[in-house]
């Protein structure tokens, strides 16, 4: 699976933005999709999931802000994130598991490039 992110950019705090990641080279609906992130100087850490039956989990820094959601038809896993505060700064990677894996980062077979996000207070 390739795993294309786009979407990312700079926003002022309270702001939104949406991420996507299109997957090519195999049957999408097979695979979980998740939503790491990593800051300078920090460790990749998990923020959103969704499973081929579209279950979702979410890390508790951003529950109620960000919702993850799949367009099988399309082959994207999408990350919508509202009310964006200074501390979501991070590169943001996609990332695709034949297992549904969550927040067990490597319990994910292929990953995308990242996309920046930067949020200015």
């Known amino acids: 699976v390739q795993l294309q992110a786009s979407g990312g950019g700079l926003v002022q705090a309270g702001g939104s933005l949406t991420l996507s990641c299109a997957a090519s080279?195999?049957?999408?609906?097979?695979?979980?999709m998740g939503w790491f992130r990593q800051a300078p100087g920090k460790e990749r850490e998990f923020v959103a999931a969704?499973?081929?039956?579209?279950?979702?989990d979410y890390a508790d820094s951003v529950k109620g802000r960000f919702t993850i959601s799949r367009d099988n038809a399309k082959n994207t896993v999408y990350l919508q994130m509202n009310s964006l505060k200074p501390e979501d700064t991070a590169v943001y990677y996609c990332?695709?598991?034949?297992?549904?894996?969550?927040?067990?980062?490597?319990?994910?077979?292929?990953w995308g490039q990242g996309t920046q996000v930067t949020v200015s207070s």
């Open positions: 990332a695709a598991s034949r297992d549904y894996s969550g927040s067990y980062h490597r319990g994910y077979d292929y």
């Open positions: 080279g195999r049957t999408f609906s097979n695979y979980a």
């Open positions: 969704i499973s081929w039956s579209d279950n979702t």
